[in-house]
């Protein structure tokens, strides 16, 4: 297959082609930033099991030598980078990954962390969801502490959705109180401090490593941030290309997307795809 023709596979429609063919027309001032869970990851039931997909992380051994790779999720740092073994594998020696929407940091160059202190307020709320579960006679549901963030699944409740529905309004008052953000997800609940987002911290990395093409895989409504902010760039004259990770449980980011990869399958074969092209 000719490689216009390849491009504009990867591309999806044509402004993801500009921004793919820039991507190999110079890949050293070239981000791929992607979300964890939904993306290289499967969502699994029980959050603490999630894993990289080996086909997944290998394409990326394959990309991280020739352009700027970068993991940006809603995960505590140290979490991301150990369940994706992100600091075992030859060839991501250039990652940048950025937990808790970009409040921590890590970089596979030097292997240092930066974690700044919890707030108050998620302590708080962390200490009295209990109570409020209960009252809510949903005691059973999975509550993950984040450090930065509470997430509450209802994944594995008998009723996931209606489980949803039952925590949102009572979680997301109690939070406005405290001075807290509720991000809303796939079957999940996280309540988090306010003022960071996916869209900000891609924003740092493009200004940080002087990039002319930028793309962003995501998968829930916490990348919404990160579209907005390639579509911005875009504008502005820099390609970029926005990536969905498609699933029944969540489909606002595909009318936004430039291409729709099926899954976190889907996306480690795209990701093959652009080290293959890359690789000539």
């Known amino acids: 297959m000719p490689d216009t023709a390849r491009i504009s596979e990867l591309g999806g429609d044509p402004d993801g082609a500009r921004a793919v063919a820039a991507m190999v027309a110079d890949p050293t001032h070239s981000l791929l ?67 808790q929407y970009g409040v921590e940091r890590w970089e596979a160059a030097t292997g240092e962390y930066d974690e700044p202190p919890v ?53 997301s008052q109690r939070a406005a109180e405290l001075g807290l953000h509720v991000e809303p997800g796939k079957n999940v609940l996280e309540v988090r401090s306010p ?38 760039l875009r504008e502005l004259g820099t390609p970029g290309l926005t990536i969905c990770s498609a699933s029944v449980e969540q489909q606002a980011l595909a009318d936004r997307a430039n291409l729709i990869c099926d899954g976190p399958e889907g996306v480690a074969e795209w990701l093959a795809g652009l080290a293959g092209l890359l690789g000539r």
Do not use: C, M, N
């Open 33 to 99: 930033a992607l979300d964890f869970d939904g993306v290289l990851s499967p969502i699994v039931p029980d959050p603490e099991q999630a894993y990289a997909l080996p086909a997944a992380v290998d394409a990326l051994t394959r990309l991280g030598p020739v352009l700027q790779l970068a993991v940006i999720t809603g995960r505590p740092v140290r979490t991301a980078v150990r369940l994706g073994e992100l600091d075992r594998r030859e060839g991501l020696e250039r990652l940048v990954v950025l937990g």
């Open 119 to 171: 707030p108050e307020g998620v302590r708080e709320f962390f200490d009295e969801l209990p109570g409020l579960l209960v009252r809510l006679g949903l005691a059973s549901l999975h509550v993950e502490d984040k450090g930065r963030a509470v997430a509450v699944h209802t994944r594995r409740a008998d009723d996931p959705a209606g489980a949803l529905r039952t925590i949102t309004e009572p979680i």
């Open 195 to 232: 003022g960071q987002d996916k869209g900000a911290a891609l924003r740092v990395l493009v200004g940080e490593k002087r990039i002319r093409a930028v793309a962003y895989a995501g998968d829930d409504l916490g990348d919404l941030p990160a579209f907005d902010v390639v579509d911005s």
